[in-house]
């Protein structure tokens, strides 16, 4: 069934909707539709669709004839089809929606935000035949928002806290390099992400990264596996096998607990080191390699190497340039961020439309210090998609050591927001200091009105420069 014209100024559909009324002039209502760059449907009292335009196939990846005949809570899989549907509100009051924020799962499966606004669509007689909605996509937007916030990427790194940062910042230089680098961190804290990131930035990208975790494997395997073997070195060596560093070639070798590394291999991987030269278990053939070596460790070298656990020589030669990695507790205003990423990774995953935390959920999870790290966030957010069934994770969705289900083991509440405010100042603090103290330039940036930053800068009682960004100094003439 066909939909009058949206209002052509704003191109959102008013209160109502004439079923039958045209344009003027030798335009049609269709063309008009088609050549705007918003999605627009309409559907009839049993929630069918009766019409779908060019920029709504465009937005949902849904064809026209696909689209047409079905519900639309069907197509759209929007995050509040199930309880909050602004179309199903406006047939039932009859009170237009206007840009309204909401997302959909297009049909490869990427979750797209989209702003909504809804009318109603009346026959010739006036009678309700149905309801019409414009939808435009906010993905460019939600991309500005998240840079403006200070999202910082590299690879599947993502962080806008400080400590992490100066990491960050330098990783390009390191990149560019071909240094052997050494990554040190706690379980979880996403070293081989860094690995990967630094690869990827370097001039070996297009070339393998080939990772090895040197506490996974015994000795003689584990020196099997990184330099390979000929036929006869050992009993059920029937073959030559390459080893990792044949595999990459060209590439990098990630040495991932390099610290429980056996001695007789941390000898072969100091000529390595020395010659980029080595030779396959039970040959005298010595092969060169193209390899760059990235290790990671979470555990104290410097221990190691003074209980004579770990080669001296071979130390410096990996310490050349050395990472640190904080542990998730100690930077705890990536933890909203890292949130979203997960969020939007399960989303794509599993197909939801989860749209964020409640804010009790999110108490708990900034008031957790996080043994496993960024590895058990991502874990935690895995399992409340599992029980996850409406629009937002609530404490009930987490797992039982936080507290989710069972309130007498919560975090006390005190501390979750004690622990709030610290996260919330930080915030603060960074923008404020980005923008040279500029207050309104700060509020930009959080996405916040001046006012609102004013209020908050006073109640969290933070001590800010008499400068203000964007003039001299106050009390000065």
Known sequence: MPADRPDQASQRPGPEREADAGPPGNLTTAGILESVSDGVFTVDRDWRITSFNRAAEEITGVPRDEAVGRACCEVFRADACEANCPLRRTLES???????????????????????????????????????????????????????????????????????????????????????????GETGTGKELLARATHDLSSRQGRPFVPVNCAALPQALLESELFGHVKGAFTGADRDKPGRLARAEGGTLFLDEIGDMPAAVQVKLLRLLQNRTYEPVGSVETLHADVRVIAATNRDLDALV????????????????????????????????????????????????????????????????????????????????????????????????????TPERRAPAGRARAITREVEARLIQDALRRNDYNRLAAARELGMHKTTLFRKIKALGLDLPARDGRSRPRGKG
């Open 94 to 184: 009859g009170e237009p929606v206007v840009s309204e924020e909401a997302s959909i799962i297009r049909s490869d499966g990427v979750r797209v935000p989209i702003s909504i606004s809804t009318g109603l669509l009346r026959s010739a007689s006036g009678e309700v035949v149905g309801g019409v909605e414009t939808f435009r996509d906010l993905s460019a937007l939600e991309e500005l928002r998240k840079e403006i916030e200070g999202r910082r990427t590299f690879g599947d790194v993502v962080s806008h806290s400080p400590a992490m940062w100066r990491v960050l910042s330098i990783l390009p230089d390191v990149a560019a390099s071909e240094t052997t680098v050494l990554i040190q």
């Open 306 to 405: 003074r209980d004579g656990a770990f080669r001296e020589d071979l130390y410096y030669r990996i310490n050349v340039i050395r990472l640190d990695l904080p542990p998730l507790r100690e930077r705890r205003e990536d933890i909203p961020l890292l949130l979203d990423h997960f969020i939007e990774h399960f989303n794509r995953l599993r197909g939801k439309s989860v749209q964020g935390m409640s804010r009790e959920a999110l108490s708990l999870l900034l008031a957790y210090d996080y043994p496993g790290n960024v590895r058990e966030l991502e874990n935690i957010v895995e399992h409340a998609f599992v029980l996850c069934k409406g629009a937002r994770i609530r404490p009930e969705h987490l797992p039982e050591h936080l507290g989710g289900r």
